[in-house]
């Protein structure tokens, strides 16, 4: 999906929310960095409540990384700190199983990607350090085979699905989700600027054990 940047402020942020209708539906598992890139040193774009609800539009080739869509903002996060549900032995997994949710691998074009949903910040400037930057190697091997079954799983429960089959997926009805918010605010602070406005929730979030604490990724 493109967004032209002369689209200006309101064009670009119904552009964001326009990849949302065939994006992988995920959580935040912790509270957790979105970046500006695939890696733990890219600039922090906004951080991320735990149980909050995001779209995945696609993952580096190892999954190690996802790029997501959040509220109204665009940005990266570490595949190990979102979750989706898999099936009912498995639960919810990280996203470094993005393989077997059949979430698709692309490839991370930093000038494309930050002409797009960057242009106004204040690290756009320096667009050509971050250009031959190399991002450190990824925090977690890639896993082999599906996920697991779930500590005291029952052999008699209902049967895991294939690749690209559709989980049933639980919630909970009237639960809302915390929103983004900008580096170094606090929840329903505005924080740094991001350029964007932000769009209220209204879809309900799984009540799911969360271990909360300092962002990670």
């Known amino acids: 999906m493109k967004c032209r940047v002369a689209a200006g402020v ?5 552009c964001v929310l326009a990849g949302v209708a065939d994006a992988q539906t995920a959580y935040t598992a912790k ?12 600039p922090v774009v906004a951080v991320l409540p ?17 790029d997501v869509v959040a509220g ?7 595949a190990g700190n979102i979750q989706s549900y ?5 639960g919810y997994v990280p996203l470094y199983y993005g393989a077997w949710f059949g979430i698709a691998t692309s490839p991370f074009f930093i000038n494309d ?3 797009h949903y960057y242009y106004n910040r204040p690290w756009y400037s320096h667009l050509n350090f971050w250009a031959n930057h190399h991002p450190p190697g990824r925090i977690h091997p890639p896993p082999v085979g599906r996920p697991p079954p779930r500590p005291g799983y029952g052999t008699h429960g209902p049967q895991p699905h294939t690749p690209g089959g559709a989980p049933r997926q639980p919630h909970a009805p009237g639960f809302v989700p915390a929103q983004p918010h900008g580096p170094g605010a606090g929840p329903g602070q505005r924080g740094a600027p991001f350029g964007v406005p932000r769009q209220p929730s209204t879809t309900g979030v799984p009540r799911q054990p969360y271990v909360t604490g300092a962002p990670s990724g």
């Open 31 to 42: 509270t957790v960095n979105l970046r500006a890139g695939p890696g733990a040193d890219y």
């Open 86 to 90: 898999y099936d009912d032995a498995s």
């Open 50 to 66: 735990p149980g909050l609800q995001i779209w995945v539009q696609s993952c580096v080739e190892d999954y190690s990384w996802c």
């Open 10 to 14: 309101l064009a670009m942020a119904l």
């Open 72 to 78: 109204s903002e665009r940005g990266w996060v570490y």
């Open 113 to 115: 990607y930050w002409g």
